[in-house]
């Protein structure tokens, strides 16, 4: 399975369990959780002021909220010293009515205030988070338009976005959520204790008796449904890319007669995600019922005790109503500060990858004052070339070309000979490690990388086109195109009467696959699009693989025209395309082993000779 789909299975589990992690499900750790939590803070420090106003709204809040049940317990006791003192028949005895009203007013003045700074905490830490992943977000598309070439060849598309999307995100919603409720907590952890030891130190002790046996069960059965949460996140991703594969591949599927075999593999993941997730949620599950059975044992004796010492007048009964409630608010923030440090945990890993970027060796800086070439002739020399991908495997070594304005020249040779390699270099999208490369007499590490890469225009095997009409896909070869320029270029790659046979013509719009035209019908309008640039110099690589025998036709006269006082570079595949090439260079293992016209090269019956007949003769035998 590829990366991609992994990347995008992890996504859609996280998704699937709410968006964060959940208790006794296990998190990615950060390698160095220390060092990114102190390079996080740096994208904070310039928030100080307003992280000083959430810490002041954030215990003006929890100060309101635990002030409530101290005082809802003097209506208690006021209550209830007027039905005793009715039930002992004592004279004009009465409950004090407009006591208790306007205690219960306080109470909602404070829960309304209370409300209101939890708003605004909430309101400044949202603000602090978006500009926070804005400047991250900046950063890292910044940093990737400086990457080179070499970066994305060793990572994964799938990679890449997961780390822009999906962990930025991931920092994004933990700033917003978890940073104020982890302040809350530990402000009404310790405001609970002290109200809580100012009614009675002794009901204090009993009530944190408990505590240990609660953090004791949780990590007893957490540690338990881990195991099975793992066993569920790698059966929910065996699932997904089962599924994935069975619908993208049903044609296949099919064809072969796999339908019952699919479906028995199928059968066999689902109940692995059944036995693991059943597992996994009723042990998790277990938890909060046992730590209210605990809780409950414990109000039993902070109830009793708390009756005994009412009835020795050394507290007053709404004292205990109180601090049962404070009781019952103290586990809470407990079991929460937990599960807050495992979702800070994940949001550290989620920094550290997105870290992992930021310091990606960058492409060698542009020189300050680049050389320009106003009018390019397209005279290219390679002298002395050599490049590596890795230190100590040579790819290409001492290479030597010199190649004359307007000259089509060929490149062939089996996979991983170079011929792509040579491309890349030449568009400096690797850096050779020695010797150098000249256009027009001017060393190309001399040249701005925007400058010389605008005198190339490219036509790949690979077709790219972007969620847009197909007008924009044809004018990104030229910003400015006219409407007519277009249209003439369109004409130019054949690519005119196809357009004009969709619904919308022009205005078409490709999806995100450009799934709702050919393949052939992709490459004509890459075509197009190199013929809008009018570039100085063009790269073929393999242009034509996609079409068919007609079409494929057609684009070689538009080619022949286009290329035409143009300096050109084909990689071809195809040897019958690349007869007329003024210079074909045969490679193999990163060396120029032969080089000359088809004629030449030919006459010598070496490499090229070979290839070239043994790609004939399987026509002819088919």
């Not at 296990?26 to 000083?52: N, S």
């Not at 978890?178 to 002290?194: D, K, P």
């Not at 997730?277 to 039993?300: D, H, R």
Request: proline share 3%; no cysteine; aromatic share 8%.
């Amino acid at each position: 399975m590829s990366e991609k789909r992994k990347q995008q299975q992890n996504h859609r589990m996280n998704r699937s369990h709410g968006g964060g992690p959940r208790m006794g499900m296990p998190v990615e750790k950060a390698k160095d959780f220390k060092g990114t939590l102190r390079r996080l803070l740096h994208y904070l420090r310039p928030h100080i002021f307003q992280f000083v106003l959430v810490f002041i709204m954030a215990v003006l809040s929890t100060i309101f909220t635990i002030a409530s049940p101290k005082i809802m317990g003097l209506a208690t006791t006021e209550l209830f010293k007027g039905v005793m003192m009715k039930l002992q028949g004592v004279p004009g005895a009465s409950i004090n009515f407009d006591y208790i009203k306007m205690i219960l007013l306080v109470l909602i003045v404070l829960y309304v205030i209370s409300a209101l700074f939890s708003y605004i905490q909430q309101f400044i830490m949202a603000d602090v988070a978006q500009k926070t992943v804005f400047d991250m977000r900046k950063e890292v598309n910044d940093k990737l338009a400086r990457l080179p070439l070499k970066f994305f060849d060793s990572h994964t598309h799938g990679e890449i976005l997961s780390r822009v999307t999906n962990d930025i995100d991931s920092v994004s919603s933990t700033l917003q959520q978890s940073i104020t409720q982890l302040l809350t907590a530990i402000i009404t952890l310790i405001g609970v204790t002290i109200m809580m030891l100012a009614i009675s130190p002794i009901m204090t002790l009993l009530g944190l008796i408990t505590l240990p046996l609660s953090l004791f069960v949780t990590k007893f059965v957490a540690t338990r449904s881990q195991q099975y949460f793992i066993g569920q996140q790698k059966a929910l991703g065996a699932l997904n890319g089962h599924v994935e594969e069975m619908y993208t591949g049903h044609k296949i599927i099919k064809a072969f007669g796999y339908e019952e075999r699919s479906i028995e593999k199928f059968n066999h993941i689902n109940e692995e995600l059944y036995y693991s997730g059943w597992k996994a949620q009723f042990i998790s599950g277990i938890i909060m019922p046992l730590i209210n059975f605990i809780n409950n044992i414990g109000y039993v004796f902070v109830s009793v005790v708390g009756g005994i010492l009412v009835t020795k007048k050394s507290i007053q009964i709404g004292d205990i109503q109180a601090f049962i409630q404070y009781s019952r608010q103290f586990t809470q923030p407990i079991v929460q500060t937990a599960n807050i440090a495992n979702v800070i945990q994940g949001m550290v890993a989620s920094a550290e990858r997105v870290f992992e970027i930021l310091d990606e060796i960058e492409e060698i800086p542009d020189e300050p004052h680049g050389k320009v070439i106003e009018f390019p002739e397209g005279e290219i020399k390679f002298e002395n070339v050599q490049f590596r991908y890795q230190e100590d495997v040579e790819l290409i070594e001492n290479m030597n070309i010199e190649v004359h304005p307007g000259e089509t020249i060929a490149i062939v040779g089996p996979t991983g000979a170079g011929k792509t390699t040579l491309v890349n270099l030449l568009m400096r999208f690797y850096e050779i490690n020695d010797g150098k490369i000249e256009i027009d007499g001017i060393d190309i590490r001399d040249m701005a990388r925007s400058d010389l890469r605008s005198m190339f225009g490219m036509v790949l095997q690979d077709t790219w086109l972007f969620n847009g009409t197909i007008r924009d896909n044809i004018a990104y070869g030229r910003e400015g195109a006219t409407e007519e320029e277009i249209i003439q270029a369109a004409r130019a790659a054949h690519a005119d009467h196809f357009i004009r046979t969709l619904p919308e013509g022009y205005d078409t719009i490709l999806n995100e696959e450009a799934s709702n035209i050919s393949q052939g019908q992709k490459q004509l309008l890459t075509i197009a699009r190199a013929i809008l640039a009018e570039p100085s110099i063009l790269i073929l690589d393999e242009a034509t693989s996609s079409v068919d025998t007609r079409t494929e036709a057609q684009i070689q006269k538009a080619m022949t025209a286009l290329m035409k006082g143009r300096t050109s570079f084909v990689i071809a595949h195809r040897l019958s395309t690349i007869r007329e090439a003024d210079l074909i260079l045969v490679m193999n293992d990163g060396s120029i082993i032969e080089k000359g016209n088809h004629d030449e090269l030919m006459a010598q019956k070496g490499f090229y000779a070979d290839l070239y007949n043994s790609q004939f003769t399987s026509k002819n035998l088919v």
